[in-house]
């Protein structure tokens, strides 16, 4: 019997399902499966980790896509970090995204012990973004984190791990070069969050067990020593030129190509050239900003059948 195949066998697994926020794939960006929050985690635990997140995708095809995987072949803990790919799409449906959640995070609970849920932290906060924008986005989030709390509420086994309070996130050295994605530094914060988010289920499940002659909820098998050592702080000069090089290289085309049509270019609906020129100027966004969106907004032909599917988190 090989290595690989008695691992599936004997040791607990950790399935996990997203985007490019557990996969550690993102534009220009590129963390290994293993540095990943969820490699990390899963190494700490001693699991072996299905890492069924893809870049890019948003709740409905988690849904369809992944969540058939991993209830084909459960595991000890699923993990579900989804719903940004949702937020940046034109054709955002709140309803929609709310059934499918429920969907994901009800079904991996009825065959997984535990189901740790990730509730989504501010992507927009650290992009040049004019403030209706950033208020839109915000919105969105806010309904993408209700629909995963009721998820959570509704499951009978869930661990819920919000990003919003996790210090060590709010550093910019947490994320990546383009400032969306989580850096190596994020992982590790993140993969440090869910293992105390963990211990703390476990300690809740075993309050629960000593109280009651029957337990009904479900424990994750912890590793008694597992622990995850704190990230040195990453060199901060390094981390500006590797920022610069980064939007040479990645961030610059994909802004031109993408960013203006996705977000600036649908501020609402209907919304001008004229009208956009005077929401960016009023919320302080410069007038090279507001030139980009403008020659992006009235070049014709650019647009196609998939503009509602382009994507702000994606590959």
């Not at 896509?65 to 970090?81: C, N, W």
């Not at 969907?103 to 012990?113: K, N, S």
């Not at 031109?256 to 302080?284: F, I, N, Y």
Request: net charge neutral; aromatic share 4%.
């Amino acid at each position: 019997m090989s290595e690989q195949v008695e691992a599936l066998i004997i040791r607990p697994r950790l399935v996990a399902l997203g985007d490019s926020f557990s996969c550690g794939v993102g534009v220009g960006v590129v963390v290994a499966p293993e540095r990943t929050w969820v490699g990390l985690l899963g190494a700490a635990l001693g699991m072996h980790v299905d890492l069924l997140a893809s870049p890019g995708l948003a709740s409905a095809e988690v849904a369809h896509v992944q969540l058939p995987r991993a209830l084909d072949r459960p595991g000890t803990l699923a993990t579900v970090f989804v719903g940004l790919n949702d937020v940046v799409r034109s054709a955002f449906d709140p309803d929609a995204t709310h059934a499918h959640i429920a969907m994901i995070v009800g079904e991996l609970g009825a065959c997984h012990d535990v189901v740790l849920v990730v509730l989504l932290h501010d992507a927009m906060a650290r992009l040049p973004l004019p403030r209706a924008v950033r208020r839109r986005y915000g919105a969105r989030i806010d309904a993408v984190n209700a629909a995963l709390a009721a998820a959570s509420d509704a499951c009978t086994n869930p661990v819920p791990l919000d990003l919003a309070a996790v210090p060590a996130l709010r550093a910019r050295c947490a994320w990546a070069v383009d400032r969306i994605h989580l850096s190596e530094y994020g992982h590790h914060a993140v993969a440090r969050a869910g293992l105390r988010a963990l211990r703390m289920h476990e300690a809740a499940v075993s309050t629960v067990s000593t109280v009651s002659t029957v337990s009904t909820v479900p424990t994750v098998l912890l590793v008694p020593t597992a622990v995850i050592a704190p990230m040195p702080i990453p060199d901060a000069a390094a981390g500006k030129l590797a920022e610069l090089r980064w939007f040479v290289t990645h961030g610059a085309p994909w802004l031109a190509s993408r960013l203006p049509k996705v977000v600036l270019g649908r501020v609402d609906d209907g919304t001008g050239v004229d009208q956009l020129r005077r929401v960016g100027e009023g919320a302080g966004t410069s007038a090279v900003e507001v030139r980009a969106v403008e020659v992006r907004a009235v070049e014709p032909g650019r647009g196609s059948a998939t503009a509602g599917r382009e994507q702000l988190v994606h590959r």
